[in-house]
């Protein structure tokens, strides 16, 4: 059995927001994330740096959920979140191709599909500055990094309304996901887009739908207890490493 707790406001606001609204979101996060990828690219040493550090924390987040990922109900969507977790890698190469395929996007996507992927994209852009700012707090700690020198990093960073943000978004993407899972016909418009995406170099965002889609289907209607759980995680784990309890990071997550 897992524990139920409260989605809180955060998790409603998406259902208010208009297409056009997703759109220029879209846009908006998709520049934010080019800018924020040029060091990556720029510097070897900061990018491998990085991808050191998502693995660590990619490791913390299958430590934290592994019920989830053992469970038959959950486990697609879990996987789904622990690879997707920080969305497309490489959307924010192709803004310009974005650009392009935009315009049939807003056109056979509905709301809950647009939605996912701009709070997809927005995700991405979060993390990229806070995944920056953590590489250069932990310095020369960045390619061997362990429980002390992460917890005390994450405290330096500091940033704590844009932790909240970040776990935010994952849960409107989640609730977004879901959505999608219930409206008729959702099938056959991925797969019409699929072929277009693919031609603009948008193959992994269009992936990343597809793969959210399937994982969140499969559950069957728990997907709103699924987000609720991982939200609640990673609130609380935020929340305490920033007050100082490094052992939030391992301790095993109440069910």
């Known amino acids: 059995m897992?524990?139920?707790?409260?989605?809180?406001?955060?998790?409603?606001?998406?259902?208010?927001?208009?297409?056009?609204?997703?759109?220029?979101?879209?846009?908006t996060e998709l520049e934010r994330s080019e800018a924020l990828r040029a060091r990556t690219e720029e510097d070897e040493a900061?990018?491998?740096?990085?991808?050191?550090?998502?693995?660590?924390?990619?490791?913390?987040?299958?430590?934290?959920?592994q019920d989830l990922l053992e469970s038959r109900r959950f486990h697609a969507a879990a996987k789904f979140f622990l690879t997707d977790l920080y969305g497309p890698a490489d959307i924010s190469?192709?803004?310009?191709?974005?650009?392009r395929i935009e315009p049939l996007m807003t056109r056979v996507l509905p709301d809950s599909g647009l939605a996912a992927v701009a709070h997809?994209?927005?995700?991405?852009?979060?993390?990229?500055s806070?995944?920056?700012?953590?590489?250069?707090?932990?310095?020369?700690?960045?390619?061997?990094?362990d429980l002390a020198a992460y917890a005390a990093a994450y405290r330096a960073v500091g940033r704590g309304e844009e932790r909240v943000r970040q776990i935010d978004l994952i849960e409107r993407l989640g609730m977004a996901l879901d959505?999608?899972?219930?409206?008729?016909?959702?099938?056959?418009?991925?797969?019409?887009?699929?072929?277009?995406?693919?031609l603009a170099g948008l193959g992994e965002l269009q992936g990343f739908l597809e793969r959210g889609y399937s994982a969140f289907g499969a559950m069957r209607g728990g997907a709103g207890e699924f987000v609720t759980i991982v939200v609640a995680?990673?609130?609380?784990?935020?929340?305490?490493?920033?007050?100082g309890d490094d052992e939030a990071l391992t301790r095993p997550p109440e069910r």
Request: positive net charge; aromatic residues 6%.
């Open 120 to 128: 997809a994209v927005e995700l991405n852009a979060v993390s990229e």
């Open 93 to 99: 190469r192709h803004i310009e191709d974005v650009r």
């Open 179 to 198: 959505k999608l899972t219930h409206l008729h016909f959702i099938g056959m418009t991925l797969k019409m887009m699929r072929k277009p995406a693919t």
């Open 46 to 65: 900061f990018g491998k740096q990085r991808i050191d550090l998502r693995a660590w924390q990619a490791g913390r987040l299958a430590r934290t959920h």
């Open 233 to 243: 995680r990673e609130r609380a784990i935020s929340q305490a490493v920033l007050s």
């Open 2 to 27: 897992f524990r139920a707790f409260s989605l809180g406001r955060s998790g409603i606001e998406w259902l208010a927001m208009s297409k056009d609204t997703y759109r220029n979101l879209l846009l």
């Open 130 to 145: 806070l995944d920056g700012a953590m590489v250069e707090a932990l310095g020369d700690k960045a390619a061997t990094i």
